[in-house]
């Protein structure tokens, strides 16, 4: 059996490269290391991160997190060598040489899992490593030596899996009432005996009982927007009120989120609402849209040979943890997040159900399928815990028979920019052709088992002569969408058909008319005064997209009548398939329709309720879609219409749902409430915790804008200052990624290391777990850190934010501006992201840290947006440094002592 301590090991991080062989660690250099790891195969960690470390793309070799998914599948582990070495039960390693020397012994230590007899992830080992060996898999032959033989051929991954059971619709909630002091029972139960009451918690509990009463007047539903401060343990102050009304009604309540972490932890809570670990999983479900979960005909596919290369390595990875996943959820689920990007993404959203071309019951899995199950275990459910998007598409698109009556909307400071994207309309290259491929079926070289509508209602339409007729008029007048390279026939003027001609002269008045951008980043321009040969282009297209739409419209109130009528031949798989197609036909049909009504104004009156532009989507500089986008003027219009009014009671929740006013207006005009025909109750509880003495902020007045050295140095200064712990918040990726260029190294050598969002190729999640794992790592990135990151304690004690983080002059956000009261609409924005940033700072009782602007523009009415009693000072980047290092002397000095250190419970959070 080879021995694996015998074998080299690559190190590579911002500090430098070393090289691990017989005599241990040594550092070298760029070229040695290249010309190594090319000749030899080395133990690694993140080969692709490595090999940005190195300056050299190409590295491969035996990768520690490959081994890791193949052993512990489904399991978490912070992906780097202290995240590891504790996993496996090995000491931090003090410093870099000594992460390096432990590479060897880590992997050890998981390869020794194989001959473990509790190994719980045997089952499929032998068979998936015996493909591996023929995929070429670098760890198939170690792998090999140490498992032993199965007695019996092992079970398929397919036949492993648990199937759903149909049940009975649900029968309506009951009518009834809580009484009073009823939730706050509930919550003291929740709690625990013993636990410190905590008042505002128990407030909040019983003033969210309001959503579950029952309701008095059709479309006029009981709606509560509660802002409970950071602190008051809100998540339990809901979910007291809700779990008990699902029990005593027999009901379901939505609880949906905008981020996965808020997901996870309410996962989590559901300990406490039912203890019992199967009762749970029928009574407490997450649920989340189909386009996160693995399509098992997909993986089957691609396991059996349509993937190749790497791709196919990362198929076999996948069918392993798909064999032991909670629920197969591959975006925020149990599949490592690290995953795919160890494979530089390829192949992994092939393995998901983007495109709607699920056969249904048509497909062999479909008893076993992760979809439906999710599907059919939230109709039974007490609690479904779902995200923004999905409840508002769900309710919109009338997806689930009785409907959403109850929905608790926490993160509700997010429902304007959840409906802003759910009620949008994009007539765009991209979205046709996936229209047409829906339709049509697979082009030329696509890969996969991707069948178009003709293939999958073939049967139902040889039986039905009205339905056959439609179906071949929709794929003829689908032949005129975009096809197969669309975008390079567009650029070079050479369109084919309607819409190509179409996106070609929006391309060119884009062109004409847009502000030029730096970077090569994306192109608008209003949709006004368009030229003439744009008129044409939309009347020609209007008049394909018309032809379209009547076979489809046709087609599914035929399909509807086979269901209604049904015939002897229409067996259960059919009519799954035929409910697919019908669904499918509806939602497609109901985005073509709004196509045509935004073709139908070109040239004509614009529409007040819509702000309507076109674009050219680049990515440094490279072209990547281009058409029309669509949005409301004030989308909390069609969320109160067609979410928030159909339900019986609706409780929206945040710690800043009051975007730092006193008063309620923005709040009610944030979330919809303004729109219905009665008035929302309000509830209010101040966090409890003294920011006064936890928080302070700084505006620095020294560092110039502009002056990207000077930024840099700052960041750098502030970091090296803070012992590390920092997020740092960037408002362009083109600064973030010039920041960190600058810095990554100088702060490597003290021992600091920086991850940055759009520069590490690790997906963000798995960026934020690196982060709140080591207490001296710093995180540089975007909005999306400043909005969800959830890191209480000492990981996180600085917050340093470049600039003020004025709206981009976008045309939307013109059109907005214009509405909504000029620059006081700006300092409205602003003064909430300023909040949400903030909010990061101080996340549990005891946590302390500094919140510094590195903008001396940033105007006094703004500073409201920190919690009252926040000392907020102007001072220089000198005076700035020294308060954080003095704050670091007060509460986290001994942080610089424990670099490496894991922290446990990576989910807790205070709310
Ligand atoms: S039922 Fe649909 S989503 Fe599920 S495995 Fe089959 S094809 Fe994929």
Redesign the pocket.
């Known amino acids: 059996m080879t021995s694996v301590l015998s074998l080299p090991a690559l190190h590579a991080s911002h500090a430098g490269i070393w090289l691990v062989g017989p005599d241990g660690a040594r550092e070298a250099g760029r070229g040695e290391a290249i010309r190594a790891v090319s000749d030899t195969p080395h133990i690694l960690l993140n080969a692709p991160l490595a090999g940005q470390r190195l300056g050299y793309a190409e590295v491969s070799g035996l990768d520690l997190l490959e081994l890791f998914a193949f052993i512990h599948p489904a399991r978490f582990v912070v992906p780097t060598v202290p995240g590891l070495a504790s996993f496996v039960g090995l000491d931090t390693p003090a410093d870099e040489a000594a992460a390096a020397a432990l590479l060897p012994a880590i992997a050890g230590r998981l390869l020794a899992t194989l001959g473990e007899e509790d190994w719980a992830a045997r089952e499929g080992a032998w068979t998936i490593n015996a493909t591996l060996h023929r995929l070429g898999w670098g760890w198939a032959g170690l792998v090999g030596q140490r498992l032993r033989r199965p007695e019996r051929g092992e079970r398929m991954l397919f036949s492993r899996l648990e199937p759903w059971e149909e049940a009975a619709e649900r029968p309506p909630a009951r009518v009834i009432r809580l009484g009073d002091g009823e939730a706050e029972a509930r919550l003291a139960q929740l709690t625990g005996a013993g636990s410190e009451t905590r008042e505002g918690q128990r407030a909040f509990a019983g003033a969210a009982a309001h959503a579950f009463a029952p309701r008095d007047r059709r479309d006029a539903p009981n709606v509560l927007l509660a802002e409970a401060g950071t602190g008051i343990g809100k998540t339990l102050g809901y979910l007291a009120p809700a779990s008990l009304w699902a029990e005593k009604a027999g009901g379901t309540v939505w609880v949906s989120t905008y981020t996965k972490a808020l997901q996870r932890q309410l996962d989590a809570e559901g300990r406490r609402i039912v203890p019992d670990e199967e009762q749970r999983k029928k009574r407490i479900v997450v649920r989340k849209g189909?386009e996160n979960y693995l399509?098992?005909?997909?993986l089957e596919d691609a396991m059996q040979g349509s993937f190749s290369g790497r791709a196919a390595v990362l198929a076999q990875l996948v069918g392993r943890w798909a064999a032991y996943s909670k629920d197969g959820d591959m975006v925020g689920g149990d599949l490592p997040g690290w995953l795919p990007s160890l494979f530089r993404r390829a192949g992994a959203t092939a393995l998901t159900?983007r495109r709607g071309e699920?056969?249904?019951a048509g497909?062999p899995?479909?008893r076993k399928?992760?979809?439906?199950k999710a599907e059919r275990a939230s109709r039974g459910a007490d609690l479904v815990i779902a995200n923004h998007a999905l409840v508002m598409v769900s309710a919109a698109r009338g997806r689930l028979g009785g409907g959403l009556e109850r929905i608790v909307f926490d993160e509700g400071h997010h429902l304007f920019d959840a409906a802003d994207s759910t009620f949008a309309v994009a007539l765009t290259g991209a979205e046709t052709i996936e229209l047409r491929r829906w339709i049509i079926g697979p082009e030329r070289s696509s890969r996969g088992r991707r069948r178009g509508l003709a293939a999958r209602l073939l049967d139902v339409c040889s039986y039905d002569e009205e339905g056959a007729v439609a179906l071949d008029a929709a794929v003829q007048a689908a032949g005129l969408l975009p096809g197969d390279g669309w975008l390079g026939r567009v650029v070079e003027g050479l369109p084919l058909g309607p819409l190509e001609a179409l996106f070609a002269a929006v391309r060119s008045s884009v062109l004409a008319r847009a502000r030029a951008e730096d970077a090569g980043y994306g192109l608008e321009t209003e949709l006004a005064e368009p030229d003439a040969p744009l008129v044409e282009a939309a009347a020609a297209a209007l008049v394909a997209l018309e032809a379209l739409q009547r076979p489809m419209t046709a087609l599914r109130l035929r399909l509807e009548a086979v269901l209604e009528d049904a015939p002897d031949w229409l067996d259960a798989a059919a009519r799954a398939r035929v409910e697919g197609a019908i669904a499918g036909l509806n939602w497609r049909g109901g985005a073509v329709a709004a196509w045509a009504q935004l073709l139908a104004r070109v040239g004509g009156a614009a529409d007040p309720d819509f702000v309507d532009w076109m674009n050219v989507d680049r990515i440094e500089g490279r072209e990547l879609d281009i058409g029309f986008q669509r949005r409301w003027l004030d989308p909390t219009r069609p969320l109160a219409k067609a979410v928030i009014e159909p339900a019986h009671g609706v409780l929206v929740t945040s710690a800043t749902l009051r975007g730092g006013e006193e008063h309620w207006e923005v709040a009610n005009a944030r979330t919809g409430a303004a729109h219905l025909p009665t008035a929302p109750a309000h509830f209010h509880a101040a966090s409890p915790f003294d920011y006064a003495s936890a928080a302070e902020v700084l505006v620095v007045t020294d560092v110039r804008q502009g002056d990207l050295a000077a930024l840099a140095n700052a960041y750098a200064r502030l970091i090296t200052a803070a012992g590390g712990g920092t997020l740092g918040l960037f408002t362009a990726i083109a600064r973030l990624k010039a920041v960190q260029a600058r810095i990554a190294d100088r702060l490597a050598r003290e021992r600091l290391p920086l991850l940055a969002q759009h520069v590490d190729p690790i997906d963000t999640g798995t960026l934020v777990d690196m982060f709140r794992a080591d207490p001296r790592a710093s995180l540089l990135g975007t909005d999306a850190l400043r909005d969800g990151v959830d890191v209480p304690g000492e990981s996180l004690r600085l917050v340093v934010m470049e600039r003020v983080p004025w709206p981009r002059p976008t045309v939307l956000h013109a059109a907005r501006r214009l509405a909504g009261g000029g620059s006081a609409y700006d300092d409205r924005v602003v003064k909430a992201r300023l909040a949400q940033a903030f909010g990061r700072l101080v996340r549990r009782q005891g946590d302390r840290g500094t919140f510094v602007m590195l903008s001396a523009a940033c105007p006094s009415r703004l500073l409201t947006a920190f919690p009252p009693g926040v000392q907020v000072s102007r001072v220089t980047l000198d005076e700035a440094v020294s308060r954080v290092a003095a704050a670091r002397e007060t509460t986290g000095g001994s942080v610089g002592e424990r670099g490496g250190e894991l922290r446990p419970d990576p989910l807790q959070r205070i709310d």
């Open positions: 189909r399509c098992l005909l997909n159900d699920c056969v249904y497909c899995h479909y399928c992760f979809i439906e």
